[in-house]
């Protein structure tokens, strides 16, 4: 894409008192990228508006090379930091005010709020409200646990222009892996914040979720059974990792599932004809997904549920005529996914309108996977691996956050 400026008008404004300070009063016929300009020089922050280009310029030849739209990766590179400007003092009060909630680590390094403040002021003083371009800006520096593709072109363009190649080799590489996926030039920066921490003050926790989707993401694709389609009788399942349930239509949920854990070793459920079965089940009418599953978890296991962590959800589609119970939703509805710690503690309920669990067994992940397996369970077997997994990613994350 080849841009001019002219073709970028900007024909109104709205300042806001509390940023009078920042943004200088527009002039008659200027333009986005010229009023920029004039901006950063106002803040007395040239370099920035330098940097702001490269990142445009870089973000721009991403998106025509993967598809995205190319206006909203251009308007991501010119806006991305112009919260910048804001003194870190500033950011605080300035944060508090637009109801932005701040993380302890935001309390501590004020600095990583400018890609919040940056998106609300896209929104307050430009008027731009595509939902891509704030989605972007508002995570260019941590990424986030659900991103877009969006997300990743601006968070990986943003990270090509700060530094010069010799000083941090890690930018050469993700140049060259922008080539290739987004994904990869986004982890190889994740990986390298994550093991190398020298001057980086703290984690930031939207990073760490970033990390763990894209990892979830890769070992999700070495797990066949799980990422095809699979056949529970009339419903065909498809399982999609979702670090973050924030965003899904709870109104959609019909069934919650769980890996039941007791420490590291794996809870597993077997009926009276031998079968091993998806611990977890169908909600009452009206039944908050988390009440289900505790009262799930006593049925099945005569047990409690100490914690739950949603990592997926198999969106569900029923052939059946009518749905399951007559309250759920049809034909299409949501099976939670999730891993949680469990207390054992009596023999399972087993209430007379469901399945009978005749055994409870707490083993080790390959004995899991190895029963599931040979008797014709790999949904199953996959699924117990990806809990599993994604429990140690998350354990490990939270073991190296509370080290800084
Ligand atoms: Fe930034
Ligand atoms: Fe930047």
Redesign the pocket.
């Given at each position: 894409m080849v841009y001019r400026n002219e073709d970028y008008p900007l024909r109104h404004i709205h300042i806001p008192v509390e940023l009078e300070l920042y943004f200088p009063v527009l002039q008659e016929n200027e333009t986005l990228p010229g009023y920029l300009e004039r901006f950063f020089i106002h803040n007395r922050e040239p370099a920035t508006w330098v940097h702001c280009c490269q990142v445009a310029r870089r973000a721009v030849q991403l998106a025509e090379q993967y598809g995205l739209d190319a206006r909203i990766a251009l308007l991501g590179g010119w806006l991305?930091?112009i919260a910048?400007v804001i003194p870190d003092e500033h950011k605080l009060t300035l944060a508090a005010r637009y109801e932005i909630p701040i993380l302890p680590e935001e309390r501590k390094v004020p600095y990583l709020l400018?890609?919040q403040l940056?998106r609300r002021l896209i929104e307050k003083v430009f008027g731009l409200k595509e939902p891509q371009l704030l989605s972007a800006v508002g995570c260019?520096?941590t990424l986030r646990a659900d991103m877009e593709m969006m997300d990743q072109l601006l968070f990986a363009a943003?990270k090509l222009s700060w530094t010069s190649s010799d000083t941090a080799p890690y930018v050469h590489q993700i140049n060259e892996a922008a080539d290739r996926s987004l994904e990869e030039a986004v982890q190889i920066y994740l990986e390298h914040v994550w093991t190398d921490t020298a001057g980086i003050p703290v984690l930031h926790p939207w990073l760490i979720a970033a990390r763990l989707t894209v990892q979830s993401r890769q070992y999700l694709r070495t797990l066949p059974a799980l990422s095809a389609d699979i056949h529970w009788g009339p419903v065909t399942a498809r399982f999609h990792e979702r670090i973050d349930p924030a965003g899904l239509d709870t109104a959609l949920i019909s069934n919650v599932s769980i890996v039941p854990m007791v420490g590291d070793r794996l809870v597993m459920i077997q009926l009276e004809d031998g079968r091993w079965e998806l611990p977890g089940g169908t909600l009452e009418k009206d039944e908050p997904y988390l009440d289900a599953l505790q009262r799930e978890v006593e049925e099945e296991m005569g047990g409690m549920l100490l914690d739950y962590q949603v990592f997926g959800y198999f969106h569900c589609e029923s052939a059946a005529s009518l749905p399951y119970r007559p309250y759920i939703p049809h034909p299409h509805f949501i099976r939670l996914a999730g891993y949680g710690q469990v207390r054992l503690q009596g023999a399972p309920l087993n209430p007379p309108d469901g399945e009978q669990v005749a055994r409870v067994d707490v083993v080790d992940i390959e004995e899991a996977v190895e029963r599931l397996r040979s008797t014709g369970r790999s949904d199953l077997a996959d699924f117990y691996r990806m809990g599993y997994y994604c429990w140690q990613q998350q354990f490990a994350a939270y073991s190296r956050g509370t080290e800084l």
């Open positions: 991305h930091d910048t400018h890609q940056s260019h520096t943003d």
